[in-house]
């Protein structure tokens, strides 16, 4: 059977590292089902990424097929033909699978960068018999609402339209979800055919000390002086909230630099990246961003500069899985994050237990201008309720600044926007520091620990390795893929699983401003 890995692009970041990871173990564990691989996406891979890929399938052989028509619909020129040559693509596409006999794993649709090709891929699966496994690590309802603007093409002017189109209801298709919380609402609605499928980790031996102190003196060139890095692993995306790390570096290890790997990777994100760039150089903020852009051949790997550096941040307001969590541990590395309430229980049910792990961050509100930031998310917050559909619009609440009302008081970092986050960096850090540290009791203990090296590592749990295998994962894709198709099929059940996503998604607490985009 060929093995259909299909994803917008194959760019760097946490859907190609599953890929990377899980495949070959798909291949290896399947009991020789799959002897082809084929990776169908939208642009050309990476040369080194994809040598490296062949090399790790060994003597299965892998293949490319590149549409323009499978990328992201905000980045390709579309003519008048567009709805036909995306269905010509996706005809041919399903065709090679059904003549091998094939299973498509497809990545991410439901982040909705084209709903056409979700809904004419599930459409064409369906009619061809052919096993659809739909993954989803994103969703475009989780304060991603500006991608709603794309969406409003024919065909896709209702909630319904772009529920049946990333949440097809067919009893060829599968869900596998990679947290517990969002694959116990699709299993309400999906049964079985909705599964959780955590993401495999590879526990590879940490590089050697060569390697470790060539990366120390790579990022020792690359920053023009010997000192401590703290990491994030991470490419320049809102979600991962890199101010609210750059804040902790300043507090908790002034000569630190905040490190990140990778770049901006599509171009909603370069608004963000630039303005983090311009406000670090015009203030000599001790922050580089995308170290690992460029030349990759003569640049470390992340797992080196994990090694090679002094501490961790993860500062995510919002994710999926958190590979990055278990990398840091993997490395044996002090690791300093956000608890997300999404993902939490799922690494606790691994075992990891991380001792610097923290909720939020308080920021007393004479740090930044609390007027112009109240009317700012007021502003936002009327803006997106009125472009989002109607039936969305009466769930979504309020963001926690509004909620708490006009008048001052201590607010959660992760909670402003960029604007106002650069204000309060933009104070001196022992001024900021002597405000917001009798709101945070817990990172004094911190910064005493870490002027003196003595962050810890979190340990790495036996049982990680059990339920994070790559054993453990083929087994479980497998079961998802060989059940028995279901006997009937409720005609609703795409629009009342979006709804409670939509209901669950816009509350209060799962609302960022720092991730709505910048339309004022």
Not at 13 to 27: C, E, K, M, Q, S
Not at 106 to 126: I, P
Not at 291 to 305: K, M, Y
């Amino acid at each position: 059977m060929l093995l259909v890995v299909f994803h917008h692009h194959f760019r760097p970041g946490g859907v190609r590292r599953v890929i990377d990871l899980a495949t070959p173990h798909l291949v290896a564990f399947s009991g020789g089902l799959f002897d082809g691989v084929l990776l169908a996406g939208g642009e050309e891979p990476d040369r080194l990424w994809l040598a490296g890929f062949r090399e790790r399938l060994q003597d299965v052989p892998v293949n490319v097929l590149v549409r323009p028509e499978f990328g992201y619909v905000s980045e390709m020129s579309r003519s008048q033909n567009y709805a036909q040559r995306l269905r010509g693509a996706v005809v041919d596409l399903v065709n090679e699978c059904g003549h091998h006999g094939g299973l498509i794993w497809a990545h991410n649709l439901g982040l909705g960068r084209n709903l056409r090709l979700a809904r004419e891929l599930s459409f064409r699966c369906h009619l061809g018999r052919i096993p659809l496994v739909l993954h989803h690590h994103d969703w475009w309802f989780e304060n991603r609402w500006h991608h709603y603007s794309a969406f409003r093409e024919p065909g896709f002017r209702s909630l319904s339209s772009i529920a049946r189109a990333i949440l097809p209801n067919s009893w060829t298709i599968r869900f596998a979800l990679i947290n517990r919380a969002d694959a116990r609402l699709m299993a309400k609605h999906f049964g079985k055919r909705a599964a959780w499928l955590p993401n495999p980790v590879e526990r590879t031996k940490p590089p050697s000390i060569e390697r470790v102190r060539a990366a120390r003196r790579w990022l020792a060139q690359q920053l023009g002086e010997s000192a401590p890095v703290w990491l994030m692993p991470c490419r320049l995306l809102r979600r991962k909230n890199i101010a609210e790390a750059l804040l902790l570096v300043r507090w908790l290890r002034p000569e630190a630099w905040l490190v990140t790997t990778g770049g901006a990777s599509s171009a909603e994100e370069e608004g963000y990246a630039k303005s983090l760039a311009a406000a670090a150089h015009a203030n000599r903020w001790r922050l580089r961003l995308g170290l690992l852009q460029g030349d990759l051949q003569s640049n470390p790997t992340v797992e080196d500069l994990i090694a090679a550096s002094e501490a961790v941040l993860l500062t995510s307001v919002q994710e999926g899985f958190g590979l990055a969590y278990l990398e840091a541990s993997a490395a044996q590395r002090p690791l300093i994050a956000r608890r997300l309430p999404n993902i939490g229980p799922d690494l606790a049910h691994f075992g990891f237990r991380f001792p610097y792990y923290y909720n939020d961050i308080l920021i007393d509100p004479a740090l930044f201008d609390w007027d112009a930031e109240y009317a700012r998310q007021k502003q936002l917050y009327s803006y997106w309720k009125g472009h989002i559909p109607r039936m969305a619009s009466l769930l979504m609440c309020k963001p926690l600044l509004l909620r708490s009302g006009p008048r001052p008081r201590p607010v959660p970092f992760s909670r402003l926007t960029l604007e106002a986050q650069l204000e309060v960096l933009a104070v001196p850090p022992s001024e900021s520091w002597e405000k917001c540290a009798p709101l945070n009791p817990f990172l004094v203990r911190w910064r005493k620990l870490a002027s003196a090296g003595q962050l810890k590592s979190a340990a790495w749990p036996a049982k990680a390795d059990e339920l994070l295998g790559g054993k453990a994962y083929a087994a479980a894709f497998l079961d998802l893929v060989l059940l028995p198709p279901p006997l009937n099929l409720k005609e609703t059940t795409s629009v009342d699983a979006q709804r409670d996503f939509l209901r669950a998604k816009l509350r209060s607490e799962n609302l960022y401003p720092i991730l709505w985009q910048d339309v004022l």
